[in-house]
């Protein structure tokens, strides 16, 4: 097999990979939708590049091992990538999820201010009729 077919194999293969993992990330809410998107746009283009290129010269210039080596760091650098996305992901969701906390907190205080401003008027009132 010449490297040229083996890398379309695994552009392929590690296209129809990205993609599965990109829907089941969505399914199991560990990936926000924007970078769903993005990851499946990717995934689709690796598949499409797979598919549709051929890679006839690249035997020339890049030896067996070099393709290998360059798959490997490939491969590296695409998972990093794709698992910075769902931490990113999770830290948005609760960041997200934290504002919210802190706008009903907001919210409770500012009607326990109102509560405490009325009780304060009424012992006013209260003080001001008992000592007359």
Same mark, same amino acid.
């Given at each position: 097999?010449?490297? #040229? =077919? ?13 993609? /599965?993992?990109?829907? /089941?990330?969505? +399914? ?11 990851? #499946?746009? *990717? ?28 798959? *490997?760091? $490939? ?9 910075? +996305? ?10 997200? =999820?934290?504002?919210?906390?802190? +706008? ?23 003080? $001001? =009729?008992? #000592?007359?």
């Amino acid at each position: 097999m010449k490297t #040229g =077919e083996i890398l379309r194999i695994v552009m392929t293969s590690g296209g129809v990979l990205i993609l /599965m993992e990109t829907v /089941m990330s969505l +399914s199991k809410r560990r990936l926000k939708e924007q970078f769903c998107l993005f990851w #499946g746009v *990717i995934s689709v283009l690796l598949i499409l590049a797979g598919i549709f290129l051929r890679p006839i010269v690249w035997s020339r210039y890049v030896s067996r091992t070099g393709t290998i080596i360059i798959i *490997i760091a $490939a491969v590296c650098v695409v998972c990093c990538l794709f698992y910075f +996305s769902i931490y990113i992901s999770v830290l948005s969701r609760k960041t997200q =999820e934290l504002a919210m906390q802190v +706008s009903l907190l907001n919210q409770e205080n500012e009607r326990m201010f109102i509560e405490l401003d009325r009780l304060q008027e009424l012992l006013e009132k209260a003080c $001001a =009729e008992g #000592g007359e």
